[in-house]
């Protein structure tokens, strides 16, 4: 297969199918949205959810990350830029891809 190929996946870090819940928080707004994470990896993640934000907008997520057995988890706070956004439902469900820019203690 050709290297330049567009439909080679080259990301170097591996992901994670999620599958968690996720609140998302415009940073120049202070807006709230809600949706799922569906994969996340090292560098980056991407959500499904309602919202269509803008290429480059800053956002910080929370992920409520499960925990193992009966034991929760804490959830897990980053700040990310967005992608891509590609409509998953016609006018009601979109997939956005994010980079991680920071991570957060929470």
Known sequence: MN???PR?????ARRIQMGCKARLKVLASGELF?????????HGL?????????FGEKIEIVLM????????????YLVAEVRR??????GHLYDIGFAIIERKAG
């Open 8 to 12: 080679i996946d080259r990301r170097d």
């Open 65 to 76: 990350v499960a925990g193992m057995g009966a034991l929760p988890a804490a959830p897990l």
């Open 46 to 54: 991407s959500v499904r959810t309602a919202f269509v934000p803008r």
């Open 85 to 90: 956004c590609n409509e998953v439902v016609q």
């Open 34 to 42: 809600y949706g799922e994470c569906i994969e996340l990896s090292v």
């Open 3 to 5: 290297p330049a190929d």
